[in-house]
């Protein structure tokens, strides 16, 4: 049971930081933050594998460009 307990705990922590990260990613795109700041740099290098096939696959609808908030 606390092997199990650690392990959830652990997917947990993961599961914020990543989630974490891409709002970050969105925020920095939204508010037109450089790809050369740091920050920025970061959050986009640990989400890349996971946005990138995202971007190709969500279509755009509306007014709302959902491609560029993705993979900027």
């Given amino acids: 049971m606390l092997f199990v ?8 922590i993961l599961g914020s930081l990543l989630v ?8 920095a795109a939204a508010i037109g933050m450089p790809v ?16 990138k096939p995202l971007a190709r696959v969500i ?3 509306g007014r709302i ?3 560029r908030w ?3």
């Fill in 70 to 72: 993705s993979a900027h």
């Fill in 5 to 12: 307990d650690i392990v959830r705990a652990l997917l947990d």
């Fill in 65 to 67: 460009e959902w491609r």
């Fill in 36 to 51: 050369r700041n740091p920050l920025a740099h970061f959050a986009r290098a640990l989400t890349d594998w996971l946005v």
């Fill in 20 to 27: 974490g990260l891409l709002l970050l990613r969105a925020w």
């Fill in 59 to 61: 279509p755009s609808r």
